[in-house]
C-alpha cells in the first residue's frame, strides 16, 4: 500500500573555517556551554538562597582565579521525595522572560560576553525547557538534564545566515576564491566571523530555518539548517503487514556475518552476502550496508588497540596529543558510517516493498548496557553499531508513515519456547541451536543464515506484541 509522507528537509554541510574563523567559533560553543551550565545551576540551587545568574557567573569567575573546580549544586528533596523550596525564592522561579533579563545585565558588565550574539542564550533556555518537558513527559521518559562538559554545538538565528545566490555566482566566486571542488559555497556567520566556505555538494532548497554550529572531536567543523523545503516520501509497505524484530550482535567480535535484526517471518538482516542475488531489489544498498558492518567493526577493534597504547603514554606529551587525535579521527569516521547505516536501514524498513511492514514488534533495550562487566563484550558491540539509536529511529520514522511500533519486555525471550511457552536455559544451545527440552520444538528458520535462537527470540516478541 502506498503512502505519501510530507518530509521537511534538514541538511548538513562541512565547513573549512579560516584558523582566526575557527577561534570566534570557539568563543560561541564555549559561551552556548556556560550558559547552558548557568540556567540549569539556577534551576538546580532552589533548595538554597536565591542566585540570579550574574550571582552565578561571579561565583565561576572567583572559582576560576582561586584554582577551585565548580561545584554544580543539585536540588535537595524531603523525606517524601518532594524538593526543597527555599523562602527566598517563593514568587521567584526562574522563567524564561526572566533568565534571558539576566542574561542581558550581564552582558552589560562583562564586554568579552557582549561582543558576542545575543542568539546563543535565547536558543539555550528554549533547548532547557525542552529538556525538562521531555524529563517529566512519561511517554519519553528522558532522563534528567545534565551539565554540559564539552562545547560542541550551538545554535544561531536564520537572520545570520546567507546562503549562495540563486544564480550561483556566490558559489562561483568561493570556488575561484579558495581553489578545488571542496567548496561550492559561504556561509556568513555574523560580522566577527565573516564568510566560510562550506562544501555543499548538492543545492540547498527552500528558506533557512535555525543554523547549528558543531565540531566533531577530530576537529572539523560542520553547519546544520531546516529548511522549509518538503518532498513527497512514498511507503510500499504492504497493507496489514506485521512481523516481530530481534535485535542482535552474534558474530561481531568473531568476524561472522553480523545479524542486527532478525524477523518472525526467518529473514536476516541484512541477509547472507551469499544469498544475495545482483539482479534483486536493492542489491547496492544491502552491499554497502554489510560493507559499512565490517567497516564498523574494523574502526572498534583499530580504537581498541589505539586506547591501549594511549594509557601507556605520558599525559600530556607530544605522542600523547597524536595517539588521541588518531583515535578521535576513528570516532568520527565510526560517525559516519553509522549514520549512514542507521538512514539506509531505516529506508528499507519502512518504505520499501520487500522489507517494509505497517506494524513492527521490537525489544525494549533501557537499560541492556548496564548489566554487569560480565556483558562487557556484548556491550561494547550494542554501542559500536548503536542498535538502541537504529531501533529509535525505525520507530520514529515508521509512526511518521502512520505505522504502528510497539515496544516488548525481551525478558528471556530467547528461551522461552515460542510453542509451548516452556522457558528454561538448556533450550538455547549457543546461537545456532534452539530445541525445547518440554515438546521438543526445534526453531528452524526458512531462510539460510538466519540463526534459529535469535529466530526464535524473534516470534516471541511477536507473540508479546500482538
Known amino acids: 500500500m502506498a503512502i505519501k509522507v510530507k518530509r521537511e528537509f534538514a541538511w548538513k554541510f562541512r565547513m573549512f573555517p579560516s584558523p582566526e574563523q575557527e577561534a570566534e567559533l570557539i568563543k560561541r560553543l564555549l559561551l552556548s556551554k556556560d550558559v547552558w551550565n548557568m540556567f540549569l545551576e539556577q534551576r538546580n540551587s532552589v533548595s538554597e538562597d536565591h542566585r540570579s545568574i550574574p550571582d552565578i557567573y ?70 532547557l525547557d525542552h529538556a525538562f518537558q521531555r524529563f517529566f513527559d512519561p511517554k519519553i521518559d528522558s532522563g534528567y538534564p545534565n551539565h554540559k562538559k564539552v562545547a560542541d554545538s550551538c545554535t544561531i538565528r536564520n537572520g545570520s545566515v546567507l546562503a549562495s545566490n540563486p544564480d550561483g555566482s556566490r558559489r562561483v566566486a568561493a570556488s575561484k576564491k579558495f581553489g578545488g571542488k571542496n567548496y561550492h559555497a559561504l556561509i556568513y556567520l555574523g560580522k566577527d566571523v565573516g564568510n566560510v566556505p562550506f562544501a555543499e555538494p548538492r543545492e540547498i532548497k527552500g528558506s533557512w530555518g535555525d543554523v547549528t554550529i558543531s565540531r566533531r572531536a577530530n576537529g572539523e567543523w560542520y553547519f546544520s539548517v531546516t529548511t522549509n523545503h518538503v518532498k513527497n516520501k512514498v511507503s510500499y509497505a504492504k497493507k496489514g503487514s506485521e512481523f516481530g524484530m530481534d535485535a542482535g550482535v552474534a558474530g561481531y567480535r568473531s568476524g561472522d556475518d553480523v545479524n542486527l535484526l ?19 531489489p536493492h542489491y547496492q544498498v544491502l552491499t554497502s550496508l554489510i560493507k559499512n558492518v565490517k567497516d564498523i567493526r574494523e574502526l572498534s577493534k583499530r580504537k581498541d588497540y589505539e586506547q591501549k597504547k594511549l594509557s601507556k603514554k605520558v599525559y600530556g606529551s607530544i605522542k600523547y596529543m597524536s595517539l588521541k587525535a588518531k583515535i578521535a579521527n576513528i570516532y568520527a569516521r565510526r560517525a559516519n558510517l553509522l549514520d549512514n547505516l542507521i538512514k539506509q536501514t531505516t529506508a528499507l524498513l519502512v518504505y520499501t516493498k520487500e522489507w517494509g511492514a505497517m506494524t513492527i514488534f521490537m525489544e525494549d533495550l533501557k537499560g541492556i548496557v548496564k548489566k554487569g562487566a560480565g556483558k562487557k563484550k556484548v556491550n561494547d558491540a550494542m554501542t559500536a553499531l548503536a542498535i538502541g539509536r537504529l531501533l529509535e529511529t525505525i520507530k520514529k520514522e515508521l509512526e511518521r508513515t502512520g505505522g504502528t511500533c510497539a ?27 534452539f530445541k525445547c527440552k518440554a515438546c521438543g520444538y526445534e526453531a528452524i528458520p526458512k531462510f539460510e543464515g538466519t540463526p534459529p535462537a535469535d529466530y526464535n527470540a524473534a516470534i516471541n516478541i511477536h507473540n508479546r506484541g500482538r
Do not use: M
Not at 532478525?262 to 534483486?280: A, E, H, N
Not at 515496544?407 to 541451536?433: I, L, Q
Open 262 to 280: 532478525v524477523f518472525s517471518d526467518g529473514r536476516s538482516f541484512p541477509p547472507p552476502v551469499k544469498t544475495l542475488i545482483k539482479s534483486s
Open 58 to 127: 561571579h561565583e565561576w569567575e572567583r572559582d576560576k582565579k582561586a584554582g577551585r573546580k565548580r561545584n554544580h549544586r543539585q536540588i535537595k528533596h524531603d523525606a517524601n521525595g518532594k524538593a526543597i523550596i527555599h523562602p527566598s525564592w517563593v514568587g521567584r522561579l526562574p522563567t524564561k522572560k526572566t533568565q534571558l533579563l539576566e542574561v542581558k545585565s550581564l552582558r552589560d558588565v562583562y564586554p568579552e560576553l557582549g561582543a558576542i550574539t545575543y542568539d546563543i542564550p535565547k536558543y539555550e533556555v528554549a533547548h
Open 407 to 433: 515496544r516488548v519486555d525481551p525478558a528471556y525471550s530467547s528461551r522461552e519456547c515460542s510453542r509451548c511457552g516452556h522457558e528454561e536455559k538448556a533450550n538455547r544451545k549457543g546461537r545456532d541451536k
